[in-house]
């Protein structure tokens, strides 16, 4: 199973993706989460992805994409992979086919995530996020075990800046603009799956366990 997961920000991919990784034991690549490890860790990528970073600038595409190429190699990559959020332009997509093709292996779907503005509004006014490992929690609807703490790592939990409401119009405004060609550009090779991300949680889950059976049937 090869998928990419697709959606404004609030739109579920994140949590989805995890427990679809899960449940079928692929692995999930989050490249924001792929940058930090690189980061943290000083790899040769990170450092230098740091040096951008430190000036406030965006990464290239050169250096996410050689990131999710390394990141392939990794054993449990093997069965397959959920891509979170990437690619986000239709030049990271065409590098993303070139590297699959140096792996003879191709996408079997892309899920997109079609969200209202007000469930995304609901969705990222009351997310929080771990300072370390990234993980996403909800005040309601996927609150952690321990308020302000991180399930998995234990870490302190914050609400970012651009999760609170003021911001999250211009979000989705940008999304839309980069996003419209990728959707197209998928579109054309008919790998798109459009998916409503307002949907609950676990016939959310449901539908996209089909989905992924789907790909490789």
Request: hydrophobic letters at 35%; proline letters at 4%; one cysteine or more.
């Amino acid at each position: 199973m090869r998928l990419v997961f697709l959606g404004p920000p609030g739109a579920g991919k994140g949590t989805l993706a995890v427990r679809l990784a899960e449940h079928f034991s692929l692995a999930h690549i989050a490249t924001g989460d792929l940058l930090r490890r690189n980061v943290q860790e000083g790899t040769e990528l990170g450092k230098k992805a740091q040096s951008f970073l430190e000036r406030g600038a965006l990464v290239p595409d050169d250096l996410v994409i050689a990131m999710v190429k390394e990141r392939f190699r990794k054993p449990d990559a093997k069965k397959g992979f959920i891509l979170d959020g990437f690619p986000r332009t239709v030049a990271q997509a065409e590098a993303l086919d070139q590297v699959l093709s140096q792996m003879n292996s191709l996408l079997g779907c892309v899920a997109y995530f079609e969200t209202s503005i007000g469930t995304i509004i609901d969705r990222l006014s009351g997310r929080w996020t771990c300072t370390q490992c990234g993980m996403s929690f909800h005040v309601r609807n996927i609150p952690p075990k321990r308020k302000g703490i991180c399930d998995r790592c234990g870490s302190k939990l914050v609400q970012r800046e651009d999760d609170k409401e003021e911001t999250v119009h211009r979000r989705l405004e940008v999304y839309e603009q980069e996003t419209a060609p990728l959707i197209k550009y998928y579109e054309k090779r008919n790998l798109l799956k459009k998916t409503s991300g307002d949907r609950p949680l676990e016939e959310q889950f449901e539908f996209l366990k089909n989905l992924c059976l789907e790909s490789v049937a």
